[in-house]
Nanobody, 125 residues
Framework: QVQLVESGGGLVQAGGSLRLSCAAAGRTFTNYAVGWFRQAPGKERESVAA????????YYADSVKGRFTISRDNAKNMMYLQMNSLKPEDTAVYYC??????????????????WGQGTQVTVSS
């Protein structure tokens, strides 16, 4: 199985930027499609972005399109989420996740079999 560790969360003002990183260890990273979820207090976990095994295809939630960019570096076993123009409603715990399933759309929570512990992102107004 693959182990995932997120980093890069923090406190930022509205309009600012953050880059989240997800380091993968264990199985061959290119076997997995990977993505980001977030969960705000009192809300359900939301799929934010995903990227295919090769990195050739990306998918985004409507709420982050044009502001967030997902990428991966298969040589380094890393995945990233560049978040620009952050809004207070982006405040949440962000999780990276991995899936052995071929993806052709933004995956749902049940498509992923492996999860990181999460990193807190707080956007102040």
């Amino acid at each position: 199985q693959v182990q995932l560790v997120e980093s890069g969360g923090g406190l930022v003002q509205a309009g600012g930027s953050l880059r989240l990183s997800c380091a993968a260890a264990g199985r061959t990273f290119t076997n997995y499609a990977v993505g980001w979820f977030r969960q705000a207090p009192g809300k359900e976990r939301e799929s934010v972005a995903a990227i295919s095994r090769s990195g050739s295809r990306t998918y985004y939630a409507d709420s982050v399109k044009g502001r967030f960019t997902i990428s991966r570096d298969n040589a380094k076993n890393m995945m990233y989420l560049q978040m620009n123009s952050l809004k207070p409603e982006d405040t949440a715990v962000y999780y990276c996740a991995a899936s052995l399933v071929y993806i052709s759309r933004l995956p749902s929570e049940t498509d992923y079999g492996y999860w990181g512990q999460g990193t807190q992102v707080t956007v102040s107004s």
